[in-house]
Structures are given as C-alpha cells and as structure tokens.
C-alpha cells in the first residue's frame, strides 16, 4: 500500500475526518472490487472461447463466425443502459472478442495497406486488435489473399461521397467468386502531412487518386503551385513525404503519428462530411437479418429498352435500391456492367422473385452477396 493511501486513510479514520475523503476511499475501494471480478471474468470468457473451440473440433466445425460475433455486439448495444456510449462500450467489447479470439487463432484480414490507411483503421474497428492485419499493396492483392485462402476476410472501399465509386474495386468483381459479407461506412478526415515547417515550403503532394481529388479545392486554395503525385495508398503516401525533402502528403492523422511527421494542416477535405463505404470480403454466406441489402451485377444484351426492362422487373417488386452504377465491359466497346445494391435479401420473399425474373432478361447475373446493412457514419 502507498504511503499517500496509508496517509489518506489515516486522516479518514481520525475523529473529525473528511466525510467526502471517506466517501472517496469508498468509492476507489470498490471501483478496486469490480475491477478485480472484471479480471476473472475476462480470464473465465478465455477459457471458455478455447473450450468452444474445442468442441467445434470435436464436432468437425471451425473458423470463424462473423454473424454471431456481430449479433453478440448488437445485443449489447440494446442492453447498455449508459453512462458508456454505445461505441464506447462496443470498443472494450470488441477488444475483449478479439483478444478471446486470438486465443485460438488470430483471425487474418487483408487491407489495403501498408499500415496507417483508412482501409486499415476500419479493419481494426471492426475487429480489434487482437487480429493478424496482411497488408496489401494494390486492392487486386486484397481479393488475391482472401481467394486463395491466406486470409479469411479482406477490406475494400467501394465508394466515396463525393467521389463516387471506387473502379479498381468494382472492376474485380467481374472476376472474382467472393461474397460481400459485410459493409461499413467512415468518416474521412485528411491532413496534410509532413517533414516541413510550413506551408510555403512544400513543393509536392503525395496521395492516394481519391484522396488528392477529394482535396481538390483546398490544394488549390492554399498550395497553387505543389506538384500532386499519385500513389498507391495514403500511407505510401506519407513513407514518401518522409523520405523527400520539401514534400507532403494527405493521408490519415495516424500515418503521420506511424512516421515521425507533422500535421501541418487537419481536416482538408473539400467536404466536411466526406465518407467512404468499405466492403467486407469472404467465403461466408450472412443468412437474413431483416435488415439488409443485396449487392449484384448484370450484363444486358445491347439493343433499346433492356436497361428499362431489367429495372422493371426490380421497381414492380417494391425493392428500394440504393446504390446503381455502371462501368464499361473491357472486351466489348460501348457495352456496359451494371452495379446494384437494393434493400433486402437474397432470400427475403420479396427478392428472390424479383431476382429470378432479372435473371431472365439479362445475359450475366452475379449475386455479390447479401449481408447487413451498415450504419452511415455519424454527421458531427
């Protein structure tokens, strides 16, 4: 025990002591408790993660489990009766799971990387620490590692707000046989990071295409005369600036804190509420929630009206969709794929109709997946 907690108690137990001093040791002296029981239940929920996995292998089963992982968050969330908030209590939650999860196996997520992207904040948020983080260097090595099994899920963004979509993403689609399990939506904050001092002495701006347009505007305000260069990723981005003199780069506040460098300006995108839609990758299949959405692809014969014909069949069906795109089929000029995202399940009796009449009237049709909707990124 410390001399000042000795000196403290003391003082407390002494007639005419300070009655908030005692309540004070009170209060510590339980807080000490709770910590303590907190302590063994933790210890108790990693044994019985390691014995579940034991039984699973005793059963033929194994690997991971996302949608009861995600349902086991959600339930929290509805019982959390405060003062924590939700996403305060989600986080010490989803590092406990995660660290009972590593008991077993770390769970591996690719990402477009190298370690500080946005791609790889959104993986630890929605995993935790406890995973191992394969960082890629192009979003075609995501989807690599993630078919050919050395990674059990994999991060891509998908779309911007301000930008629109994300083609290097939508174009794998067309080759790939993974599903979307999952998507989540983040904010975007970038500053401009750098060796230098001050603005006047940057010459070159390092970043990733998206980030340099999404900061268009300001780049123009403030620094008209630095050279933009595009690279593979906003944390390349900064490992560039770094390593040359009179140069910056826009990427995430925690690339900067990664390599050693300033903030020189923070929150430069040209719109405040600038947010990126990411994807979850995998082999799994989400069965319905209820709250849903159905990502897919099509493929039209080229003649009048079957664009219109292949919406019909979705529009007379009631489904809302959310998201339609369209980008161009690289061995046939002029022809175009069509992206869709629509509320709702594959499964729902809504939607499986719908679907098997679109699938009549269109040459392609792929199912990327069905999964949960995510939440839109918070507004303040």
Sequence with gaps: MSVLKVQAETA???????????????????????????????????????????????????????????????????????????????????????????????????????????????AR???GSGCRFLPQGSIDD???????????LGVVPVENSSEGGVNATLDRFLTTDLSVCGETYARIRHCLISACRELGQVERVYSHPQALNQCRGWLR??????????????????????????SAAIGPRRAAELNGLEVLAADIQDYAHNTTRFLILSRMACPPTGRDKTSLLFTLPHRPGTLFEAL????????????????????????????????GHREDPQVAPALS?????????????????GNLAPQG
């Design 12 to 122: 407390a137990q002494a007639p005419g002591g300070d009655p908030l001093q005692e309540e004070l040791l009170r209060l510590r002296s339980e807080i000490d408790e709770l910590d303590r029981r907190i302590l063994e239940l933790i210890s108790r929920r990693g044994e019985l993660a390691l014995a579940t996995v034991r039984c699973k292998a005793a059963r033929g089963e194994g690997g991971y489990d996302l949608m009861r992982e995600r349902s086991l968050l959600e339930r929290l969330a509805q019982r959390n009766r405060g003062p924590l908030s939700d996403e305060a209590l989600l986080g010490i939650f989803r590092e406990v799971v995660s660290a009972c999860r590593a008991l077993q196996e770390p769970l591996k997520v690719a990402f477009l990387g190298p370690e500080g992207t946005f791609s790889h904040q959104v």
């Design 125 to 127: 948020d929605i995993w």
């Design 142 to 152: 995501v989807f690599d590692q993630v078919e050919r099994g050395n990674s059990s």
């Design 221 to 246: 305000r403030n620094l008209p005369r630095a050279l933009p260069v595009e690279v593979s990723s906003t944390a390349a981005a900064v490992r560039q600036a770094a390593g040359h003199p009179k």
């Design 312 to 343: 019909g069949h979705l529009s007379r069906a009631g489904l809302n969709l959310t998201h339609i795109q369209s980008r161009p089929v690289k061995h046939r000029p002029w022809e175009y794929v069509f992206f869709v995202d629509l509320e």
């Design 357 to 373: 009449d679109l699938a009549q009237c269109v040459e392609r049709l792929q199912i990327l997946g069905s999964y949960p909707r």
